[in-house]
C-alpha cells in the first residue's frame, strides 16, 4: 500500500517491533503511521512541526515509545511518540546537529554535527553525561556500539574514531583518504561500514575488540516477551523474571 504525507520525505524508519513508521519530511514535520493498510486516516497516528529546526533525519528508542528531533542551535528535544508531547529539552548543544540515535537499552542520547563535537546526554534526567571532543571536522554520523558501552564517529577530519561511552576516552582511531560522511555498525560482531565523500565504501573490524552482553528490547506478546538475538536473527519468549537480566541464546550454536 502507499501512504502520502504530500510533501517530499526526508527519512523514514520502522518502529522495533514493526507496529508503526516514523517520518521526516522538507516541511520540518514529524508524522507517525500506523503499518495497516487498510486504516481510514491517511494523516497517520499523529502530525507534529518542528518550528525550530530542519529534520532531516528521524529516530526511534528501542522501546518504540520516543523520538528526538534537533532544533536550530536550541538543543534537541524528546518526545512522546503516541501524544506528540515533549517530554524532555536537551539545551547545551550549540550547533546544528548532523545525527542522533538512542543507546541500545535507552537511557543515554547521542548527537553530533557542525560544531565537530559529540554529545551524550542522560535521557532520563535530560543531563550532560559527556563530550568527545577531539573531531576537528564536521561529525555527520555517530552510534553507539550494540552492548552500548562505546561510541563510534565518522568525521570529515577523515578519522572514524571509537570512544568509552562512560569515560569519554578515545580507545582508537582510523585515517582515511577522504572526509567520511556514513557508518554503519554489524548488529552483533565488532565490526562496522563507513563511505566517504568520493564514494567509497569500507569494512572496518576492531580486532582484538571485544563487545560486553549485546542489549536487546523485550516487546510484550501477550503474557510473555519476545526478543530476538543480533547475532542469529532467531526469536525467543522469555518471562517478566528474565527482564534486565543476561541470558544466553537459547539457539544451538549461537548463545
Known sequence: CTKNAYRMLEDCIFSPDGSFILTTDHENTLHCWNTTCNQSDSGGIFVQENRDGYMHFCTISPDGKRTVYPRFFLGLQIWDLFTGETILTLDDHPGEVSCCSFSPDGQFVLAAGKDNLIWLWDAETGQKANILSNHTGHVPECAFTPDGLSVVSVSKDQTLRLWSRET????????????????????????????????????????????????????????????????????????????????????EGCG
Do not use: K
Request: with cysteine.
Open 168 to 251: 569519554g576516552e578515545e580507545l582508537g582511531c582510523l585515517f582515511f583518504e577522504n572526509p567520511l560522511a556514513s557508518l554503519g555498525l554489524h548488529p552483533s560482531a565488532p565490526g562496522m561500514v563507513c563511505g566517504d565523500s568520493r564514494g567509497n565504501l569500507s569494512f572496518v573490524e576492531m580486532i582484538d575488540f571485544e563487545y560486553g552482553p549485546l542489549i536487546v528490547t523485550a516487546h510484550r506478546n501477550q503474557q510473555e516477551f519476545v526478543v530476538r538475538c543480533p547475532a542469529c536473527s532467531q526469536t525467543a519468549l522469555i518471562d517478566e523474571t528474565q527482564l534486565d537480566s543476561v541470558i544466553a541464546c537459547p539457539s
